[in-house]
């Protein structure tokens, strides 16, 4: 049995021990392997998190799947060193695009990661960070599609173990918004990460800006670790009334996966052998099955969130847990959680 779960912050595992970790797993067959996927979340680094490159992806995703491209989101990774504080962030685009560029040779695989980036800046300049997102496009050759600015803010623990740290509801202040209207003007969406308690304020921005593509990630940021790991069902009951609440705003889609990170609480990443398909898609069904109900498959998107999923699963059994929660789905829906969605909401040409 394995042991309570205690939350300790962000303990993503190096590479090395998660790889020894996976290589345990129980070899699955990709089910519907003619099925295409398009993994609208991923990313790519090589720091001292470990590398996950080109190679480390396409052996992820050389499963048996029929993933066809891939969307890199922002990671806070191979920013430039010097020059303006502002444009630092044009060294991560810079680094992806890439690793976009040799995979679109062909001469990788069929597969095209990267074919979308979302990037970052800082919404916090105000108007002046169009000058950011406008040289950012121009770096990636228009394959960037849009930013991620993180949110999650917990006074608890929890909140001290993030990758950003924001002060709370950033997403109100002022000149953080004058920032945001710059998005839709050049096309690009916004990825929203934050918390579950934080949903009220995504639904708030995205009233306020209904123009604006709202990509709300991780089936909320359900919090079920810390403090709240004790009243987990009331938690739920809360998350479900914001995610039915958010859903009635059309600019906003919503993306099903992120359930292998700690912070939902499951014990997953402390079995001794990763699990199987089957059991990741009983422990993550009360998450996804609501989503599907209050968005619609046409505003859905699987997402494999690696390689930070990693932690708590094998890139092969996770699609494979996907498909058997989607096994009653018709085979419009199926089209529109596996590739349409993303397609749309990314600019990705069927491939």
């Not at 070899?27 to 979340?41: K, M, N, R, S, Y």
């Not at 990671?75 to 303006?84: K, V």
């Not at 990460?193 to 709300?216: G, K, M, S």
């Not at 859905?300 to 990693?310: I, L, R, T």
Request: charged share 20%; with cysteine; glycine share 10%.
């Amino acid at each position: 049995m394995a042991e309570p779960y205690v939350f300790q912050g962000n303990s993503y595992r190096h590479s090395v021990a998660l790889n020894r970790w996976i290589a345990r797993s129980r070899v699955e067959q990709a089910l519907e392997p003619d099925l295409p996927i398009i993994d609208p979340h991923h990313h790519l680094w090589d720091d001292d998190r470990g590398p996950y490159l080109l190679p480390q992806i396409l052996g992820d995703i050389g499963g048996g799947h029929n993933v066809r491209a891939t969307v890199f989101i922002e990671c806070r990774t191979h920013y430039r060193a010097d020059g303006p504080e502002a444009l630092r962030p044009l060294g991560e685009v810079e680094f992806v695009n890439g690793i976009a560029a040799m995979s679109a040779s062909g001469g990788y695989g069929p597969a095209r990661v990267a074919a979308a980036i979302v990037g970052h800046a800082d919404l916090r300049l105000g108007a002046h960070v169009q000058e950011v997102l406008e040289a950012q496009i121009a770096l990636t050759g228009g394959r960037m599609r849009g930013i991620r600015w993180s949110i999650p803010y917990d006074a608890s623990e929890v909140g001290k173990h993030v990758s950003r740290t924001v002060p709370p509801e950033i997403s109100r202040d002022a000149t953080w918004r004058a920032g945001f209207s710059r998005l839709a003007k050049l096309g690009l969406t916004f990825e929203g990460w934050c918390y579950h308690p934080q949903l009220p304020e995504i639904a708030e921005l995205a009233r306020a800006f209904p123009d604006t593509t709202i990509v709300l990630n991780h089936v909320g940021g359900f919090l079920g670790v810390g403090p709240y790991a004790s009243r987990k069902s009331e938690e739920f009951q809360r998350w479900l009334r914001s995610i039915r609440e958010i859903a009635q705003c059309p600019n906003v889609v919503m993306k099903l996966g992120g359930l292998g990170m700690l912070i939902f609480g499951f014990d997953l990443h402390l079995r001794n052998v990763p699990p199987s398909s089957e059991t990741l898609a009983a422990t993550w069904k009360p998450f996804i099955e609501p989503c599907i109900e209050a968005f619609g498959a046409d505003r859905c998107m699987y997402e494999s969130n690696f390689p930070v999923d990693k932690q708590s699963c094998d890139y092969t059994a996770c699609w494979n847990a996907f498909k058997r929660l989607s096994a009653g789905a018709s085979a419009t829906e199926k089209t529109a959680l596996f590739s349409g969605t993303a397609a749309r909401v990314y600019r990705i040409a069927p491939g």
